[in-house]
């Protein structure tokens, strides 16, 4: 089974900008579309983007025109490019494959990456 790591969050200020990686490792045989969540502390868990085997996107209206996300399949590897950032972003940053009209998630939880937005 495939395993996910994420990586590239931090404490930030108000209006920057970081990178969160998704790297996924093993077996990704029929992992095609994927999805950055965030969990923030007594929230559930949100997907705030996707994209698609063919590059096709969509976002959160909370992020829409400042979070971008991208695949190099090559690498094995999703990112989420985060910028202006707002405190009200804080939250843990999770990856996952996901399938069909529920975006009904394929992998285990892997263990997420904190951003932190404070002045």
């Known amino acids: 089974q495939a395993q996910l790591v994420e990586s590239g969050g931090g404490s930030v200020q108000p209006g920057a900008s970081l990178r969160l990686l998704c790297v996924v490792s093993g077996n990704r045989f029929g992992l095609d579309d994927f999805g950055w969540y965030r969990q923030s502390p007594g929230n559930e868990r949100k997907l705030v983007a996707i994209i698609s085997a063919g590059g096709g996107t969509n976002y959160a209206d909370a992020v829409k025109g400042r979070f971008t996300i991208s695949r190099d399949n090559a690498k094995n590897t999703v990112y989420l490019q985060m910028n202006n950032l707002r405190p009200e972003d804080t939250a843990v940053y999770y990856c996952?494959?996901?399938?069909?009209?529920?975006?009904?998630?394929?992998?285990?939880w892997g263990q997420g990456t904190q951003v932190t937005v404070s002045s």
């Open positions: 996952n494959a996901f399938s069909g009209e529920r975006l009904q998630t394929l992998l285990p």
